[in-house]
């Protein structure tokens, strides 16, 4: 790529051409040199004048020695090198403040995907809040800068263009209203979609779990403004509702279109934001297994066994204490096995098989080994979707959830009938749909 030379290196220009006039032994030379120097320096700053009094912007870089980390050598690059990579049409902004390596979630998931298909038609620009560092980063193929604070990313906006801005995740960034007031200020330049991972919009609870860990019923009897002082499941730490929905309301303003993934999801933003219904976007995630995906051959199942299962990331707030006192309550009428194909927090001390993280390829292969019945999917994080729901139905598995979120519409829209919905978030009621398909499988 022909890169530019920096303004504030011109002159450097014309100081090697002096250096060469005092060292070399020809007059003549000297003097055309200095003077094809200067005249060349005098036309550059001519044309930015031209471009200023027609009324084209022309980006300069603000901060002109910004240093930044080439990871393929290594190499320090000032910033006017990225500015003369990123300067150019067709970019996208992606942002997500979560995603990783190391972190496995539906969005991050959603995210490679999407990214993959942006680069279909933009140069995309990743851009990562990482939280144990509390630092911007910024990635395009293999170039990373780092921000400090959101004054400094200001800088970026003021500089680049970009053609489409999409937010994937807002989550877990202490200060999301310095976000949305940048991306707010520059709209002009670009196009904004939201996709609808969460309800972080809704409230800080970002997946409306009420101070008891429970699923919350948005807006009843002023319940938000009660609950909000006291709710450990914030992400981040705001206590006003109103205000903090007034904030996305004016994101929202400007959003150009929204995407969700089921019908469950957008019900409930529409309820809090009825104002966006005309650009609202519905479209299931693909399904991420590959051609070659192993496949689940449910076991005859022995008279008085059961072997039951949990696919996925073993927490509070995926139901992992309702599945162990549902688990404690099938032993009295069964010769119970359990599974998790997945990983546990800490804070789990368990005797049940537990894989680890897992490919999802495998997944029928690891059912099938471990001569699965049936699975238990207990979240009640209204989820938005859920991939490991959607991979379970398509390997034609025995599954049970609750009627809370995304995957129970999946399921009732489907007609999938290797499945039971418990109606309630409770062990009652997540007990009687388990004993409903262990009596239909």
């Not at 680069?119 to 980063?137: A, Q």
């Not at 206590?239 to 999801?265: A, P």
Request: a neutral charge; charged letters at 30%; hydrophobic letters at 35%.
């Amino acid at each position: 790529m022909n890169k530019k030379t920096p303004i504030y290196k011109l002159n450097d220009r014309v100081w090697d051409a002096l250096k060469r006039f005092l060292s070399s032994n020809n007059p003549l030379s000297w003097i055309t040199n200095i003077f094809i120097n200067i005249l060349w320096l005098i036309g550059k700053y001519l044309i930015k004048l031209v471009k200023l009094v027609l009324g084209k912007k022309e980006y300069t870089p603000v901060i002109e020695k910004k240093q930044v980390e080439e990871i393929k050598d290594n190499k320090e690059l000032s910033f006017d090198d990225i500015y003369d990579l990123l300067n150019t049409d067709n970019k996208a902004l992606f942002i997500d403040l979560i995603l990783n390596e190391d972190n496995r979630s539906g969005a991050s998931d959603y995210g490679k995907e999407k990214i993959k298909e942006l680069n279909n038609t933009y140069d995309v620009v990743l851009l990562v809040y990482k939280i144990d560092k509390k630092e911007w980063y910024l990635n395009l193929n293999n170039l990373v800068l780092k921000f400090n604070d959101s004054k400094e990313l200001e800088k970026l906006f003021e500089l680049i263009k970009f053609d489409l801005v999409f937010i994937n995740n807002l989550a877990f960034y202490p200060e999301p209203e310095d976000i949305i007031d940048l991306l707010i200020k520059y709209k002009d330049k670009y196009k904004i979609n939201y996709a609808f991972h969460d309800y972080l919009s809704i409230c800080p609870s970002y997946f409306l779990l009420d101070e008891t860990g429970f699923p919350c019923e948005v807006n009843k009897n002023g319940v938000c403004k009660k609950c909000l002082n006291n709710n450990p499941y914030k992400v981040v730490n705001r206590n006003d509702v109103d205000r903090w929905r007034d904030k996305y309301k004016e994101l929202f303003d400007v959003v150009d279109e929204f995407m969700f993934f089921s019908e469950y999801t957008k019900n409930i933003v529409l309820n809090i934001y009825p104002n966006i219904s005309n650009r609202c976007i519905v479209k299931e995630h693909k399904c991420l297994l590959s051609e070659n995906h192993s496949l689940y051959q449910r076991p005859v199942r022995k008279q008085g066994y059961l072997n039951v299962c949990f696919v996925g990331h073993f927490g509070k707030t995926k139901g992992a204490d309702l599945y162990i006192e549902l688990i404690d309550r099938l032993k009295k009428e069964y010769k119970v096995k359990s599974v998790i194909i997945g990983y546990a927090d800490d804070e789990y001390k368990l005797d049940y098989k537990i894989t680890g993280k897992y490919n999802r390829d495998d997944l029928g292969y690891l059912l099938t080994e471990n001569k699965i019945d049936l699975v238990i999917m207990p979240s009640y994080s209204n989820e938005t979707f859920s991939y490991t729901v959607q991979e379970l139905m398509v390997l034609n598995v025995p599954i049970v959830v609750f009627e809370c979120g995304a995957p129970a519409s999946r399921i009732k829209k489907e007609k999938y009938e290797l499945a039971e919905i418990a109606e309630e978030v409770s062990v009652d009621s997540l007990y009687n749909a388990t004993k409903n398909l262990i009596n239909k499988i």
